[in-house]
């Protein structure tokens, strides 16, 4: 199993600012950034990488013997507890899953792949897609579908799960998906499935919910200088992470409480880059990427 990193040179350049620094992946996933920052840091420099999903974890363990390098088990939003003397020189995300989740069919991330409808980053906690999809209501399966794929047959898809469920537990991969092609016929390239599994997943793990709490606490692990880079791979994404640098427009909900003045302790270094035509071919999962660089002041 193999991930190839995206923008990793774009991503690095912005980075690694003083190659003695203290830097944060916390999105290690196969380890292939955090890898080459090891390559290129000074013996001064260390990294710290996070991941949800104990494999990605074991394989960090199991691969990279460095002792400049250290591993956590852990959600990002919960960096203030998991570093609360450290501050980094530079933080890297690289937000959404894993080419080795989809790749591998146990984990229930992929329609292309027949396995037990999971989903879970974290298989260690939470709910399975397939223990939400036979038990939620209706209605908020067809939210989560819309708002979350932005699927307009988002209604139909909820009206035949349902259905379904009601004679039979969906518990596979290859059930879902057969349930959502009775309603959506294949006509492009893309598969049916494609929006309903994003959606799924992005609830599943709600991706969202992390997302925006880790933003709301980054600044506590951040040096005065330090450089975050966040990749996005959807718009929803994209969308967080732009307006939650922008001081006059709110995207956290009431219960993640946040002082304006901590948006207006960052600089924008970089709006938006994209992978390179070149890139895009060599790897087409990247065309989607969308990176931003960001500074504390
Ligand atoms: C796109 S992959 C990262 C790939 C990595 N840059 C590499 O070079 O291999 C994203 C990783 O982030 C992890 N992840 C997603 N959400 C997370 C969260 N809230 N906390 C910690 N890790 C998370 C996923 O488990 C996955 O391994």
Redesign the pocket.
Same mark, same amino acid.
């Given at each position: 199993m193999f991930?190839v990193?995206?923008l990793l040179e774009e991503s690095l350049d912005f980075l690694l600012h003083d190659l003695s620094g203290t830097y944060l992946?916390?999105?290690?996933?196969?380890?292939?950034?955090?890898q080459e920052i090891l390559n290129r840091i000074s013996p001064q420099g260390s990294l710290d990488a996070?991941?949800?999903?104990q494999e990605?974890v074991s394989y960090g363990k199991n691969n990279i013997a460095d002792s400049r390098f250290t591993i956590y088990h852990?959600?990002?939003?919960a960096i203030d507890s998991l570093f609360p003397q450290q501050k980094f020189d530079g933080i890297?995300l690289? #937000?959404?899953?894993?080419s080795?989740?989809l790749d591998n069919p146990i984990r229930g991330f992929s329609f292309q792949s027949d396995g037990p409808l999971d989903m879970r980053?974290d298989m260690s906690k939470g709910f399975s897609a397939a223990e939400w999809l036979n038990s939620a209501p209706e209605k908020e399966i067809s939210d989560i579908l819309f708002e979350y794929g932005e699927e307009q047959a988002s209604r139909k898809i909820a009206k035949a799960i349902v259905k379904c469920r009601a004679t039979k537990s969906l518990k596979t991969t290859t059930e879902l998906t057969r349930v959502i092609e009775t309603v959506l016929k294949r006509t492009g390239k893309t598969h049916p499935a494609t929006k309903s599994f994003q959606a799924i997943r992005i609830h599943i793990?709600n991706?969202l919910h992390? #997302?925006k709490i880790?933003l709301s606490r980054l600044h506590n692990v951040l040096k005065v200088g330090g450089v975050v880079v966040i990749i996005s791979?959807h718009s929803l994404e994209d969308r967080i992470v732009k307006n939650f640098f922008k001081p006059e427009i709110e995207v956290l909900p009431k219960d993640i409480p946040i002082n304006t003045s901590v948006k207006e302790t960052y600089r924008c270094i970089k709006k938006k880059i994209k992978p390179s035509t070149n890139e895009i071919k060599i790897n087409p999962r990247s065309r989607s990427a969308v990176m931003r660089v960001f500074s504390k002041l």
């Amino acid at each position: 199993m193999f991930h190839v990193p995206v923008l990793l040179e774009e991503s690095l350049d912005f980075l690694l600012h003083d190659l003695s620094g203290t830097y944060l992946d916390l999105t290690f996933g196969r380890g292939s950034h955090s890898q080459e920052i090891l390559n290129r840091i000074s013996p001064q420099g260390s990294l710290d990488a996070v991941d949800r999903d104990q494999e990605a974890v074991s394989y960090g363990k199991n691969n990279i013997a460095d002792s400049r390098f250290t591993i956590y088990h852990a959600n990002y939003s919960a960096i203030d507890s998991l570093f609360p003397q450290q501050k980094f020189d530079g933080i890297l995300l690289d #937000l959404g899953t894993c080419s080795t989740h989809l790749d591998n069919p146990i984990r229930g991330f992929s329609f292309q792949s027949d396995g037990p409808l999971d989903m879970r980053m974290d298989m260690s906690k939470g709910f399975s897609a397939a223990e939400w999809l036979n038990s939620a209501p209706e209605k908020e399966i067809s939210d989560i579908l819309f708002e979350y794929g932005e699927e307009q047959a988002s209604r139909k898809i909820a009206k035949a799960i349902v259905k379904c469920r009601a004679t039979k537990s969906l518990k596979t991969t290859t059930e879902l998906t057969r349930v959502i092609e009775t309603v959506l016929k294949r006509t492009g390239k893309t598969h049916p499935a494609t929006k309903s599994f994003q959606a799924i997943r992005i609830h599943i793990n709600n991706e969202l919910h992390h #997302l925006k709490i880790m933003l709301s606490r980054l600044h506590n692990v951040l040096k005065v200088g330090g450089v975050v880079v966040i990749i996005s791979f959807h718009s929803l994404e994209d969308r967080i992470v732009k307006n939650f640098f922008k001081p006059e427009i709110e995207v956290l909900p009431k219960d993640i409480p946040i002082n304006t003045s901590v948006k207006e302790t960052y600089r924008c270094i970089k709006k938006k880059i994209k992978p390179s035509t070149n890139e895009i071919k060599i790897n087409p999962r990247s065309r989607s990427a969308v990176m931003r660089v960001f500074s504390k002041l």
